[in-house]
């Protein structure tokens, strides 16, 4: 079996880091190597001790200069809109209404979805994402597309047919049991085949009827480990919309509180306008609060408080993420550099390594996958991103006067996107192509 050794600045983290000279909360090696076999990191370490088990035949690729980190994780983003990303003008109620409804009845058309499917990683791994949770449209075959694409490719994807069945156009509406026996045939299709994962995705309370959050929560009960994923708290039109149709609860997340879908393995997209219960429900569940910079900016919603979240008596557990197509790029460099500046508008700061933390290992976490990806320990499958600092003339001249790694990290932050990403490895395998439309 061949296998192959990359040569790179390593960078991959242990824990959170605390502080920007907890040296402890990661492993950086100046001069590092990667083994890989059967999609596999099988040793990680300093160069010259891991080329020692490469052996004469291994296919030895030197990315020196460049860092070598663990592939990033979206942990929220729509395939369907990749043409609603920039739609002038609306809020997220309206801009559903206007612009994404109509958007996603196309996804009835099994060959648009794959077409789109296609397209879609195909852009997230030119930016360097390994891994996304993602939303289909309603439709099924709309996740079959997305589910054949990802296996095709040998990704770890996580994605769901969206489940809703009010408030919103015929052409993306399903019913509670139609809702039920998709999602179950798509289960038994896709979840566990190869590296795929099947996410419940009741899309949010106003596009769910009571029945619909039911048997919702019936699937969350028949298949205990599958993530669920919808949306909470984004914008107070839709925190209000919410209360009127759900009268009975003491607030938004007591809806799903009620049906049974707060969990470890539960992503919240969002979280903007959480009272402080709500937060505890979180919490005391180990659910998890998906931050998305420039999709919060972006439609006006507001600002997600994370390191309040963080720090909390009981602290929430965060993933981030691009909201593509709320969002406005597809990049983790390009998301967390706005969510560095909300953070910064609720007066505190997110230090450099604990942005890379949170794209790598901190979102493998929050999706319960860290024993797979998100770090390069070996073990782990080979998902990696190389990254150059120096991509752009701009770039190269600030590199100039860079000198630590924390300022080259925070420089690939503040002005890198996909021009940075130089090669990316899913399994092991080079997968950066330029998109051909
Ligand atoms: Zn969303």
Known sequence: MTSTLLRGRTLSFVSWPETIDDHSAWRYEEDGGLLIRDGRIIAAGAYTQVEKQAGEA????????????PGFIDAHVHFPQMQVIASYGAELLDWLNTFTFPEETKFSNAQHGRRIARLFLDEMVRHGTTTVAAYCSVHKASAEAFFAESHDRNMLNIAGKVMMDRNAPDGVLDTPQSGYDDSKALIAQWHGKGRQLYAITPRFAITSSPQQMEMAGALCREHPGLHMQTHLSENHAEIAFTRELYPWSRDYTDVYEHYGLLGKKSLFGHCIHLSEREADALSDSGSVAVFCPTSNLFLGSGLFDYQ????????IRIAAATDVGGGTNYSMLRTMDEG???????????????????????????????????????????DIVVLDARATPAMRLRMETAETLAQELFLLQTLGDDRAVREVYVAGRAAKTDMAI
């Open 58 to 69: 291994a296919k030895r690729i030197d990315h020196r200069p460049h860092l070598l980190l």
């Open 340 to 382: 560095y500046k909300v953070i910064a508008q609720n007066g505190e700061k997110l230090n450099p390594f604990q942005s890379f933390w949170q794209m790598t290992r901190g979102n493998a976490e929050a999706l319960s996958v860290a024993e797979k990806i998100g770090t390069l320990d070996e073990g782990t499958d080979a």
């Open 308 to 315: 309040r979240f963080r720090r909390r008596d009981k602290p």
